[in-house]
């Protein structure tokens, strides 16, 4: 048998051999390297996986699951707040007890939840690093749900105010992402938190009101208490105006005031539309609340009857007195024509669909003398009125829905200011043929129907008012239900 051929490698050098042995350990420090980073990589994979799992659990947490969603996306579904220098969870929760002076449950916010949490990690210092990491990430999501509700209460309230109440039209800002975001991009968390606080003289006193825990001379301290908080609620809506100068009607409290760089220069009593009542259950004649601007007045004004008003009232008048359609200067159209004597007209049988009605100017005119308008949905506006005895009542939603105004001529005056075209108003308004006319305002003027129930007067008195729609109690409940409102 041949022999096997050996290379003859006597020739190799030593520094040969220790390079070789070199390249050898290179090559296993290379895979325990790629070893130990793909161990890293399911790790992390697998961490990430433990917190879209809870991430999942916690979206209900919040009004915006999206926002949370992305948040953490964007931190690759890893702890970031935990993480953040300086950032403390027993501060964090400490602040959020202030939500009290708020009128806001702190609960809203887990402050019990984040309590608890806090705790436990605490006690858990000494157990393994995989229960550790579940429990930070269960308290992560935890802290960053109280801070994005902390954020979007603070700068837009609670409630979405049209969720509530139909009538309800004022233009009031959404919840931004923007701006509820920042908190958690903010460099002092804390001089954020504090900035985002509502800030205005009407919010700040109630506040100082609710945590001296002051009453109204109408009502017990809790029931000035709850609404405090109802009212603190309204004024974290953003649908305030910000115009030099408008019209403010608060419908509870039956006034108007016009408003000039932050001061009341006018005010007066209004009537305001009827509340709900068995045989209006809808509250078909509550005056809205909205905004709008007024851009013109009609003096001597042609009342166009709304069509449910002349159904349900004007021609059963009709019906019951033939003449209470001349007596009133109430002319009746069919097809766009004048009627001439709808007298004669059957009004039990005749299909009121078919007919409009309009009431000449003049002394008996629903409008009075003025209406002022702006452009709405709800086919309201301001106006006269001749029934005056009405302003000399304490409740005063009386009213189809319009606005009837105490002093006309003077909010006239505060709209045109002095001048040629104010005299030709007045001199309009006081003319015994009256003929309607339309003058439009060189300047518009924003006007805005609100309804709030409780604020400090200017000598630091509480006021609140009756609740005439019922839209405390609507708010109150939807707080309660919702564990917002603390008790």
Known sequence: MSETYRPDESWRTAADVNENAAQVKKAAALAREVAKEKEVSRRQNDSAEVFKSYLSEDRSRTAYPQWLDSLYQKQHYKPFLLERKGFKPALIAEYLRN?????????????????????????????????????????????????????????????????????????TEAPDSSKIMQVFSASDLFVFLDSIQPSSAAYLSLQKALTAGIGAINRNKADAAQAIKLNMERLRWKNKPDAPKYINVNIPDYTLDVIEKGAAVLQMKVCVGEGRTDADPEGTKETPQLNSTIYSVQVNPIWNIPASIARKEISRYAE????????????????????????????????????????????????????????????????????????????????????????????????????????????????????????????????????????MDDKGVLQIRNDIYGLDLLLYKEMKAREMIAE
């Not at 402050?111 to 429990?135: F, T, V």
């Not at 992560?140 to 049209?162: F, H, N, T, W």
């Not at 506006?381 to 302003?391: C, E, I, K």
């Open 320 to 455: 019951n007195d033939p003449y209470y359609l001349s007596n009133n200067d109430i002319d009746v159209y069919k097809a766009g024509k004048r009627v001439s004597s709808p007298q004669k007209i059957d009004w039990a049988t005749a299909d009121i669909s078919q007919y409009t009605f309009k009431q000449r100017p003049g002394e008996q005119n629903s409008l009075g003398k003025i209406k002022f308008i702006f452009n709405n949905n709800s086919s309201v506006y301001l106006h006269d009125t001749p029934a005056r005895s009405a302003f000399k009542k304490k409740l005063r939603a009386i009213s189809h829905g319009c606005v009837r105004v105490e002093k006309p001529k003077d909010l006239a005056l505060a709209l045109f200011g002095p001048g040629k075209t104010f005299d030709l108003i007045k001199t309009a308004m006081d003319r015994s043929y009256p003929r309607a006319k339309y003058i439009g305002l060189p300047v518009k003027i924003p006007v805005y129907l609100t309804y709030i129930t409780a604020w």
């Open 99 to 171: 939500t009290e002076l708020h009128g806001l449950d702190t609960n809203y916010f887990y402050l019990r939840e984040i309590g608890s949490r806090i705790r436990d990690m605490e006690e858990q210092q000494e157990k393994n690093s995989s229960l550790k990491y579940r429990e930070k990430v269960k308290l992560e999501l935890l802290l960053a749900a109280a801070l994005l509700k902390y954020s979007q209460a603070m700068q837009y309230g609670v409630i979405r105010p049209d969720s509530l109440d139909k009538n309800y039209f004022l233009k």
